[in-house]
């Protein structure tokens, strides 16, 4: 077994999480890597490809299976996690998922209400409630231990779009969790922070990237770029080393300077 740091991220499969697990790796994490959809045999994308990724940078890789928004599965990603490692040292909450459809917010459904919810704030709030329950016992083991979690919430905790209420709505409840947390884990030194990505090329965009693509080009974006995973990964790798070790709570914005309001 290593003696690195162990970093659990959920949704590693793609996208932002993967770029997290990359970038964790090179900065002398191990990681865990959570995921609802699992094939062993893609190795062409999915949690595999990323698990090749993270080897060849000399960390180890644990695929795990499961979904985030089924707590049953919270109890299967803890068992697997603490069957090959002994402690987690960070936990990403990054696992989340957009409206499969966008609607305007007055005909916003119940269903995709529920969906986005399950995944978003309530998996993510369980999932953290569970794995911070494990943090607490190994700080009283060791209490030179200092764990932290961090929750990628997005901009849309604070900006409004009106064609997808509910995921704005997910991403404000999984700010609150993390201000939440932050103040109940003080007492055990165990830091929590909130990553806001702006606008990131990931999946998760392509069926708008012609939207943002014009938005970017026409200044929405101070920094006049699309995001890149490997720019979350990277705020990620500053909040799990302790550089912000005095600032629980922290909201981190990554968006290219979508924070400034402008005239
Ligand atoms: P993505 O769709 O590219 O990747 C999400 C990953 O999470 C996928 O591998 C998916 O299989 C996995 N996943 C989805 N539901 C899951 C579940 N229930 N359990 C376990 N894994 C699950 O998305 P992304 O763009 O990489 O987004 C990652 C996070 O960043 C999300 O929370 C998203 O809301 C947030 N975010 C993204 C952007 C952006 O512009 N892409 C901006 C702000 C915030």
């Known amino acids: 077994m290593s003696n690195k740091p162990v970093a659990l991220v959920t949704g590693a499969g793609q996208g932002i999480?993967?770029?997290?697990?990359?970038?964790?790796?090179?900065?002398?994490?191990?990681?865990?890597g959570n995921d609802?959809?699992?094939?062993?045999?893609?190795?062409?994308?999915?949690?595999?490809?990323v698990k090749a990724r993270v080897e060849e940078l000399d960390a180890v890789f644990l695929p795990v299976k499961g979904d985030i928004s089924l707590p049953d599965d919270h109890d299967k990603i803890l068992k697997k996690a603490l069957s090959q490692f002994d402690r987690i040292d960070v936990l990403v909450n990054n696992a989340g998922i957009a409206p499969k459809?966008?609607?305007?917010?007055?005909?916003?459904?119940?269903?995709?209400?529920d969906r986005v919810m399950s995944v978003n704030i309530r998996g993510a709030f369980f999932l953290t409630q569970k794995i911070a329950r494990q943090m607490i016992k190994?700080?009283?083991k060791d209490p030179l231990m200092k764990p932290c979690i961090i929750f990628i919430s997005s901009i849309s905790a604070e900006v409004s779009s009106p064609s997808r209420a509910e995921y704005c709505i997910s991403k404000a409840a999984?700010?609150?969790?993390a201000?939440?947390?932050a103040d109940r884990l003080c007492e055990y030194g165990i830091n929590v922070y909130e990553i806001r990505p702006g606008i990131i090329k990931t999946q998760m965009t392509a069926p708008v990237q012609e939207k943002y693509d014009k938005l970017i080009q026409e200044g929405l974006v101070p920094q006049q770029r699309w995001g890149a995973p490997e720019d979350i990964g990277k705020a990620v790798v500053a909040l799990a080393k302790g550089y912000f070790d005095y600032s629980t709570g922290l909201i981190v914005e990554v968006s290219g300077g979508m924070n400034i309001r402008r005239l």
């Open 17 to 32: 999480g993967r770029g997290i697990a990359i970038e964790l790796a090179k900065n002398g994490f191990d990681i865990i």
């Open 36 to 49: 609802c959809i699992f094939d062993p045999e893609d190795k062409q994308k999915g949690l595999f490809e």
């Open 101 to 113: 459809q966008r609607l305007d917010v007055l005909d916003t459904t119940m269903e995709s209400f």
């Open 138 to 140: 190994q700080v009283e």
């Open 174 to 177: 999984v700010s609150q969790a």
């Open 179 to 181: 201000r939440i947390f």
